[in-house]
């Protein structure tokens, strides 16, 4: 089909290409999500979340203004108080409609949603991914000196070097790498001079020196890490691996100690053995001899019979022959 108008057909996108979501997708997608300051996009409830206008194409523009960065369509998000909910609850319902409705009708916005997938967080459900943030926790503190963290996790995320040591990690001494691991499992990534979180995309300039962090409050406000408190499942998660981890290798420590007590046990039974025997080892052998003798006795003496028993045949056969011959 033809467009009459032409002004729009470079916001047509082919049918086919609608599921596509490739990394030029995504990247766009970050860069619109980017520019929802807190201070810009303050107090919307998730309906209209900085993150359901961006995945729809929508940018920040200023104060409660939005601009669809395609068709260039606008949306005024300005909301009544919240203590009108009647008026409020309408005035939401309203925007989160003209996120689809507002778009010109030949923008591909109109069709297109960046996948629910893409703001997921993904669940910590095994020691490969433990390893794996340790991993790249080692390669953070490549470029990073000094660490500090504040907040929350000082007194909600205990965990010890000992803890990862059930993981068969032996360079975990150092706590600078334990924090590091805490940055890394709430999302933060190191890109050259700035942390920047996988799902918000706040960026914070830092010092590579010294690196003071907040891991929980430096997101911002709409971030899915904090939507009904994530970060504290993310937790739970980390903290059940682990724990189940130690269980089992207490339990694996536990049968190594029965073996060797067995072992142990077994060592000194020999030892008993081999004392007493060598106690005892002169009287066995005189035995052992006596023994010997009188069997070399009871050999001789049969032998001794039977030469007899040999001897004698023959002399009373020819005893016996005679008197036959004499009676005769």
């Known amino acids: 089909m033809m467009l009459k108008d032409s002004k729009f057909s470079s916001h047509l996108l082919h049918l086919s290409q609608l599921q596509t979501i490739n990394h030029k997708t995504l990247d766009e997608y970050r860069d619109r999500l980017k520019t929802y300051e807190d201070y810009l996009w303050f107090g919307k409830p998730d309906r209209i979340s900085a993150i359901e206008c961006a995945r729809r194409g ?4 200023n104060n409660d203004l939005i601009k669809c960065a395609n068709c ?29 409705d507002a778009h010109h009708r030949y923008c591909v916005w109109k069709f297109m949603i960046i996948p629910e997938s893409v703001i997921q967080l993904t669940d910590i459900y095994s020691n490969e991914t433990i390893n794996k943030f340790v991993k790249e926790a080692e390669e953070f503190l490549l470029q990073i000196q000094q660490i500090d963290l504040v907040g929350q996790l000082k007194t909600t995320f205990q965990i010890e070097a000992t803890d990862f040591d059930l993981l068969s990690s032996s360079y975990l001494n150092d706590p600078r790498l334990l924090s590091a691991f805490k940055i890394l499992v709430f999302y933060w990534k190191l890109k050259g ?18 690196l003071i962090l907040d891991p929980i409050a430096s997101h911002r406000t709409w971030c899915p890490i904090l939507k009904n408190e994530q ?14 981890k130690s269980r089992h290798k207490l339990g694996e420590i536990q049968s190594i100690n029965d073996v060797t007590r067995f072992f142990v046990k077994l060592k ?13 080892l002169p009287d066995i052998i005189s035995t052992q001899n006596l023994f010997h003798e009188l069997i070399s006795s009871k050999e001789y003496y049969r032998s001794c019979v039977q030469s007899t028993y040999v001897d004698n ?14 009676s005769t």
């Open 58 to 61: 929508w940018t920040c523009q």
């Open 313 to 326: 045949t023959p002399s009373s056969e020819l005893e016996h022959s005679t008197n036959n011959s004499k």
């Open 72 to 100: 260039h369509a606008e949306i005024i998000a300005q909301l009544p108080s919240v203590l009108n909910i009647h008026e409020y609850t309408e005035r939401v319902e309203n925007i989160a409609q003209a996120l689809v």
């Open 193 to 210: 001079s700035s942390l920047s979180c996988e799902k918000c995309c706040r960026e914070i300039s830092i010092n590579r020196n010294h």
């Open 268 to 280: 000194y039974l020999f030892r008993f053995l081999l004392q007493h025997t060598e106690r005892i």
């Open 231 to 244: 970060w504290k499942k993310r937790i739970e998660q980390i903290e059940t691996i682990l724990h189940a």
